[in-house]
């Protein structure tokens, strides 16, 4: 199977190097809800995607995740029209601006392993912009 064609679960996978009974001694997903997953005939559960970018350490799979199965987040991943593009580009450089912001408080508590220490208000600020920035790139 051909990259580009590979299903995303399959992809991470792959990349990370495991077999099925890896991911099942590791998650304790079964083989058959993986093939499943892996095959396109079932969508994973968020749960079980988050569980799976941390096994995988592939963040990019949660993002590809709701892009391919939130109509919310593929709306505003989508390219823009051209008529939009300078709304767009002020609207990329503010919520550029946000990140920026913070990522040295992110960086700091990751350095210091206490990143679950953050409140879930700080962490909603940091995963909002960050999507707000990657949805108007």
Not at 6 to 11: P, S, T
Not at 26 to 35: A, E, F, N, V
Not at 72 to 83: L, S, W
Not at 101 to 125: D, I, Q, T, V
């Amino acid at each position: 199977m051909g990259k580009e064609c590979q299903n995303i679960y399959r992809k991470a996978r792959d990349e990370a190097g495991f077999t099925r009974e890896k991911v099942y001694a590791l998650t304790s997903i079964s083989d058959s809800s993986l093939k499943a997953y892996e095959s396109g005939k079932t969508v994973p559960g968020d749960d079980v995607v988050l569980l799976l970018c941390e096994v995988y350490r592939a963040d990019w799979l949660g993002l590809e995740h709701l892009v391919k199965h939130n109509p919310i987040i593929r709306r505003f991943a989508e390219t823009p029209p051209a008529g939009r593009l300078c709304d767009n580009l002020v609207r990329f450089q503010k919520e550029k601006a946000d990140v920026d912001h913070l990522m040295p408080a992110l960086f700091g508590e990751a350095c210091n392993g206490s990143l679950k220490a953050l409140s879930r208000s700080e962490l909603r600020e940091m995963i909002g912009s960050a999507m707000a920035l990657l949805a108007s790139a």
